[in-house]
């Protein structure tokens, strides 16, 4: 039962992470309403059983009635397995998840070669934009004026388009963990992000946010991102 259930868990996890459809977007977005979903999924089969269920068949021991009856529990049995299951699948989303949610791209239209980024790193930024955790660092090269090291404004000004309310109104618990993501998520020209040049460089950047260098800069990472 226990693997059952993990297998049903992994299987709602990569029906989440490869379509959100109309169930998940629905569903997912209230606990109430997912509820409300298992009530009507459970209505029409009460409904079948009270109208060809009397239960007199526990006294006169109708053959069909007791098929009905069992078909019912399995039913039950059934539902109550797959309410397990993706329960089961939301908590494996929470835990390789990097904490973040950012707004939905459309992923074929990011321009990798334009981020700088190999073949083998573009499924792990996916992954990053989605809002999991990578497999791999990546390792961002992407500047502008120096041609020697990655720059830090350019990746400040990623997150701050992708977030739903940018990055510049993070309270100081929300930058921290912005800082962890962004620590176990890139390496900088190959060099492990410093703690310390990263914290000062974002007080630099957001300073500079209204300025026209910053403008520029962020139309000309919309359109690598696919942004209109």
């Known amino acids: 039962m226990e693997r059952l259930i993990e297998t049903l868990g992994n299987g709602f996890y990569q029906l989440n992470k490869t379509k959100e459809d109309f169930f998940s977007l629905w569903v997912q977005t209230s606990e109430k309403r997912f509820i409300f979903f298992i009530v009507l999924s459970l209505a029409p089969i009460a409904f079948v059983t009270v109208l060809f269920v009397d239960f007199s068949f526990l006294l006169s021991g109708t053959a069909f009635k007791i098929m009905l009856f069992f078909l019912y529990l399995f039913l039950v049995f059934s539902l109550l397995v797959l309410i397990a299951g993706f329960y089961r699948g939301k908590a494996i989303k929470q835990i ?104 000062s460089s974002f007080s630099a950047w957001k300073g500079d946010i209204n300025s026209d260098k910053s403008e520029k800069a962020i139309l000309r990472l919309k359109r690598l991102i696919g942004i209109e």
């Open 96 to 199: 390789q998840s990097n904490g973040f949610e950012f707004r939905k791209l459309n992923l074929t239209k990011i321009d990798y070669t334009g981020l700088q980024l190999y073949e083998d790193e573009i499924s792990d930024f996916q992954r990053l934009v989605l809002g999991r955790e990578v497999s791999h660092k990546i390792n961002f090269k992407l500047n502008t004026l120096s041609k020697q090291s990655a720059n830090y404004r350019d990746l400040f000004t990623i997150f701050h388009i992708i977030s739903p309310n940018g990055i510049t109104s993070f309270a100081t618990e929300e930058k921290k963990n912005f800082f962890h993501m962004l620590e176990d998520s890139f390496t900088m020209n190959e060099n492990p992000i410093n703690s310390k040049t990263l914290k």
